[in-house]
């Protein structure tokens, strides 16, 4: 099964994809949206997923800062501690910081993201829980 990919911009949105997680036994993995690390900022999006944890501690989930074409988001993201982040500018700051990340035991991301984004959704539970019951 591939990664099921959720856009959050809310820790309501992100606790909403934890419990249908938990519940329909799914991994899942919540995504800032794009270039949301230049304006929520990473601290923010990592305590936004940490606080989701643990009000939903039996989910299983993993998570994505998006950084769109900014390298200096992308070594701050990693400073402070978010493990995976995206990155969407050009192909030779790319290399440089994979090298950085696969240093550090990072992920970087530069491909597309296919992903259910919550932020127009109504029903998020029911959006959400058919995005993870795909295949």
């Not at 919550?118 to 998020?124: A, F, I, Q, T, Y």
Request: proline share 4%.
């Amino acid at each position: 099964m591939s990664e099921r990919v959720v856009i959050i911009h809310s820790l309501e949105q992100a606790v909403t994809a934890l419990k249908v997680a938990r519940e329909l036994d799914r991994p899942v993995t919540l995504a800032s949206p794009p270039g949301a690390a230049a304006y929520t900022g990473a601290l923010w999006f990592r305590e936004v997923v940490k606080q989701a944890q643990l009000e939903v501690p039996q989910a299983e989930v993993s998570s994505i800062l998006d950084c769109a074409d900014k390298p200096g988001l992308v070594m701050a993201a990693f400073r402070q501690g978010v493990l995976r982040v995206r990155f969407t500018g050009n192909a030779e700051a790319a290399e440089k910081l994979q090298a950085m990340a696969d240093a550090e035991s990072l992920h970087l991301l530069t491909g597309p993201l296919d992903a259910l984004d919550l932020l127009d959704v109504k029903d998020k539970a029911a959006a959400c829980r058919e995005w993870l019951q795909r295949d």
